[in-house]
């Protein structure tokens, strides 16, 4: 694990008493993470890092809003597509213990999908989003940093790490991981609105 990575751990668990306080002064409709839709079209055939390259490089040059989801939802089923049938069923079944607020559930679902498929990359970034909404940062933070191992384009984790990094406090890295995941993907939901105002907070107003 990087130094830096350490630091951001130790950033969460030196930092949790203060979340009540910064919590306050946070937008809770800005800080949803960044999800997958219900519905996804079915993942392309073919090599999974070319399809991959190809619709990234298209994310990029989306030419507004509509385009760019379209292009977005197409990599959220290649990054949900799974060559394990068990992976996937207990994908579906994390999902659904999760929209009933069964988290613990849902977290030894995901645990038993990364013991059996550790290159599963979406199952890293689903408990992320599990311990978040848990407000359990420090493993958050842990799993975010084995997603962006696996898959450093994965704007869902770092517009997450972006989210973490703020309502611990730490606005100036905040700002650094939503600018990486706008580069990625600019027209990225309510991430544009957060760099506008961590960007006003840290670097002022243009004159």
């Given at each position: 694990m990087t130094r830096r990575f350490i630091a951001l751990l130790a950033t969460a668990t030196l930092a949790a008493w203060a979340l009540p306080a910064l919590a306050e002064s946070i937008d809770p409709e800005l800080l949803k993470p960044i999800e997958p839709p219900s519905a996804l079209p079915r993942a392309q055939h073919g090599d999974k890092t070319q399809n991959l390259d190809r619709l990234f490089a298209?994310?990029?040059?989306?030419?507004?809003?509509?385009?760019?989801?379209y292009v977005e939802n197409r990599i959220w089923a290649i990054w949900l597509a799974s060559s394990s049938d068990t992976a996937n069923l207990l994908m579906g079944r994390a999902k659904t213990a999760t929209d009933s607020k069964d988290f613990d559930l849902a977290i030894r679902l995901l645990n038993a999908i990364i013991d059996i498929r550790p290159d599963f990359t979406e199952a890293w970034n689903r408990r992320a989003t599990v311990y978040y909404t848990k407000k359990d940062f420090g493993r958050a933070l842990a799993d975010i940093h084995e997603v962006l191992a696996r898959e450093p384009r994965h704007f869902g984790a770092l517009s997450g790490l972006g989210i973490i990094l703020q309502e611990l406090?730490?606005?100036?890295?905040?700002?650094?991981?939503?600018?990486?995941?706008?580069?990625?993907?600019?027209?990225?939901?309510?991430?544009?609105?957060?760099?506008?105002?961590?960007?006003?907070k840290i670097e002022g107003r243009d004159i």
């Open positions: 298209a994310l990029k040059v989306a030419p507004d809003d509509e385009s760019a989801k406090g730490d606005d100036k890295r905040a700002l650094d991981a939503f600018r990486r995941a706008l580069a990625i993907h600019p027209h990225l939901e309510r991430v544009p609105e957060l760099v506008q105002k961590l960007s006003e």
